[in-house]
């Protein structure tokens, strides 16, 4: 049905991807996985002739025996959604956002005069027919995405492409839109391709799979041998960034620092917080402890509540009721104090890309901090040996080879890298970190959190983890917490709660968790 | 290490250049504006008082553009190319003070309300949005009939009243910036308001107010024209607009003199759009596409 | 944001504009009276009743609130010049301004948001280029350098002065023929100048949408160009420009003032730079108010008719 031979394509003389074989039969399912930059999305949407104009195309494209890339503009558009149709990336943004979503569904069917009508593809999708007089921003993230498969199925093509149908989704939300997708792609019997950053998407999705890496296709086979026993470095250093709870040897931390020390008094106590925004509680009552050098991970979906909880104890917002307790004294809400208390306890940010001023050279960015509470005293060439020092102990050495690199010039890893430096450069006791790999590439994902590890064996630094990915508390933490609206629902220890959950919850949210265990796979 | 480093801040430097050059159009307008600029300060230096002086002038008026004078003369037997060149140095100068005090408002009001929340920024916005909507030139012309007429009221008239666009931007400007996860870092790290605006904010507004100060000044020329022309401007000094003026008054439309209607007029339009072009060159460089 | 919301600040805007007007004209270095009866042969006595009718002798907040509260009653003043209530003068000349900028508002907008729309698909095209930069060359142009410019090339063909001849037949036919011959050379004015301005707008706030992803997935369910465009592109991108569109409105009743005194149309904008040549400031008060005051009534519609036309700002 799609035979794609030697494709390559190029951005004037760069080559986003070379040579790329791939074939697909009808009632197929293939996953394609890379990382960012792989030339993934680049093959998907060069089968549809969807790339810019600046982009030249070589090989062979064959839809149903077709050359997509020598076909006339009439014959295209007839093939185009009729023959194959794409879910996009980020429906949000893929949808009209001043067209009613049942115009948007209706419109490839009367442009290709296929019968059908809206109501059927709603149900099919599990969406009421009220929402088809909704516009796409009434609609939550998951029923965006399912209105993007009912619009992808209106005209009944065989071959389905679907572009990172479920980034930007909750776990539990994105588990459901898979289901609705794999579900339609089986009892329609369609070919699907589906794109991925995330291994475990596509394990649950897709009987075959083949990976890319700058351009290149490495590996290709079925998705249970492709993962269980990965040919090609790269395929194997993105198998392991998928740490499969339960496992021991996917559990980094240490076993001996998760043993309670109840004799100590808590570095962090935080005690009846609660925050309110406006009229809803973001935060309800909550009680939590990071030990001295303990990695506590505070696991939870999107909008429960747990960046706000972070935020509350650095001090950047403030509480509506409660007490946060560092060191044994009450952290002071403002003035002097507050800034010496952030002094002690420092922030890591989700994205490094934004978490940096990309004005701002590494050497800046990291002595930010030092220039904000000035240089202790007896320090000869102060700010620069710190600074130094604190760029190697995040393993960019040698450091003079990166103080002057602006951030864009640098890696995502090395860009969190050097965001972690600027913690360090203050000698922080605490440090607070908001999804910490989550924006990372799956290769440099497993380096971050062995830094991570060893900066605390290292130093004894303590961290408090933002995560909404199990895997990674599996991986890091000693204790885990889970909030669930503005409440933590549970907490003890990582094999307590994540091997021997206790509350419903908890289990919902094991049970959403992508998981490349040896047990899952294709369930058809 | 250093020889490297220093080199790779000179590649950098050196790419903004490279991207303006590519800007043909704003090269041009550069180009012109150089020339302008070199104009206005030698001309006065150049010309004899009694060229200009209408109780001195040999010449007839009305004189069609011709040897002794080619682009002819004014009303008065002025010659109209001394007058062009004379009136460059009062365009230039009112353009650019008074853009130079409406971006320079702006981006305080701009960066106040952006970044402290509260009643005053609430109140500087309500009163940006206020002035945004108002005609500009209508109030301009209105402060410049009350005021006594100079030079001092011209600048002042169009600075005070062409603030709020620069307000606008650089509050908008400022939000985008503060939302960005490395504010939040930098408050994180302890710094504090002086720190956030001096460090991150004002450097990433700059670039942005430099580009549309260079938009201010075209604007503000065309307002300075125009105040002229309502007899508003200052009485005592040459300038393209005020010879607009005394165009209508003494009606070259009617005796068809073109001469004395079309260079100024070209002179303005030609300055002004060499500024519109360089802004949009140092937007593009500013900004770059995505 | 709630349509009260917007009522209330509006309403707040016309007493800011209110408060505006007031202050203007007690900033006046030295005595008002004296500015304005310089160089006519005046009495004391005609100086201390205008004195009287300003209000300078009592004080500033008594002032004010004899001012506001006649402002209320649609009582702006009596022009010195005209020897009559402020209000009436402007109601006289409302007609013919209307008529100019109406017409050319019109003209500007349908004329400017299609070039607009053309140059921006088409982006870098020899029409692109083109129209951008006569658009660009138009912005730099002063519009009364312009009005002057025209009537000097055209000649005897238009009528360049006035609204209307002395001469016509008094039947509708004819009169309407010679208000329409007379604004040719106004409207054209008006119309270059405003219209460049649309244009760049719409061109900008297309370019905007161009990489939108909706627009991919029009593309991919395999529409023509022209229907990507229309159906998706545009809509989208001419809710922004029309906010704009309406924002720039203080800048057609800035072209009205210079086009209006060039080719000398009965309207508000000539009214104004009688009142400033005068001056006569409580007629440049009234218009001041009256001009501001419909700006802010303009915009309040352009954020009414957002609402109904985006789905995703909800007004009411």
Known sequence: MLEISDLSVHYGHKRVVSDV????????????????????????????????????????????????????WGRLRAVRWASASIVFQGAMHSLNPVQRVGDQIAEPMRLHGTKGNVRDLLEQVELPQEKARSYPHELSGGQQQRVMIAMALACGPRLVIADEPTTALDVVVQAQVLKVLKRLVAEQDLGLLMISHDLSVLAETCDDLAVMHRGELVERGRTREVIANPQHPHTAALTAAFPVIGDPA???????????????????????????YGRTRAVDGV????????????????????????????GLRKPSSGRVIFDGAEVPRNGKALKAFRRQVQLVLQDPA??????????????????????????????ESLVTAAVERAELRPASLY??????????????????????????RLLVADEPVASLDASVRGEIVALLLRLRRELGLASLIITHDLGLAWQIADRVAVMHQGKIVEQGSVEQVLLNPSHDYTRALLRAAPNLGPDLGPQV | MSRFNAARGLSRASGGISTFLSHRAGVA??????????VAVIAPLLIPADALDVTRVTAAPWQAPGVEYWLGTDHTGRSVALLVVQGAGTSLFVGLTAALLAVGIGTLVGIVSGHFGGLVAGALLRVTDFFLVLPALVLAIALSTVLPRGLGTIVLAIGLTSWPSTARMVRAQTLTIEARPFVERARALGGGHGHVIGRHVLPSVVPLVLVNATLAVATAIVAESTLAFLGLGDPTRISWGAMLHQAQLHGAVPQRAWWFLLPPGVAIVVVVLAFTLVGRALEAVVTPKR | MRLAGRLGGAALSLVMVAVLGFFLFRVVPGDPVVSMTRGRPTTAAMQAELRAQFGLDRPLLSQFWGYFTSLLQGDLGTSFTFRRPVADVILERLGPTLLLVGTSTLIAVGLGLWLGVRAAWRRDSAFDKATTGVALTLWAVPTFWLGMLLMMVTGDLFPSRGMRDTDTAPDFVSQALDVGHHLVLPSITLVAVVCAEYMLVMRSSLLEEMHAPYLTTARAKGLRDDLVRRRHAVPNAVLPAITLVFLRFGLVVAGAITTETVFSWPGLGLLFYDALTGPDYFLLQGLLVCTAGAVVVMNLLAELLYGVLDPRVKVV
């Open chain 2, 29 to 38: 307008g550069a180009a012109i504006l150089v020339v302008a600029a070199l």
């Open chain 1, 403 to 428: 103080l002057e690199s602006l951030p864009h010039e640098l890696s995502g890893g090395q860009q969190q890298r050097v965001v972690i430096a600027g913690a360090l450069v203050l000698q922080p």
């Open chain 1, 21 to 72: 074989n791939l074939r697909l039969a009808p009632g197929q399912t293939l996953g394609l996985a890379g990382e960012s930059g792989s030339g993934k999305s680049t093959v998907a949407m060069s089968v549809l002739r969807l790339l810019p104009r600046s982009a030249r195309v070589d090989g062979e494209i064959l839809l149903d025996g077709d050359d997509v890339r020598t076909m006339s």
């Open chain 1, 250 to 276: 996917h559990r980094w931390a240490q076993p001996e620092t998760t043993e309670p020390r109840t004799t100590e008094e808590p570095l962090l106590a935080v005690h009846e917080l609660t925050v309110d």
């Open chain 1, 287 to 314: 009680d939590l402890t990071v030990g001295r050098g303990e990695i506590v991970a505070l696991v939870g979906q999107s909008g429960s509540g747990k960046t706000t909880l972070a935020r509350t104890i650095m």
């Open chain 1, 354 to 383: 934004s978490a940096l001023n990309p004005r701002h050279k590494v050497l800046d960015a990291v002595a930010e901090g030092l220039r904000v509470h000035g240089i202790p005293d007896g320090i000869p060439d102060g700010e």
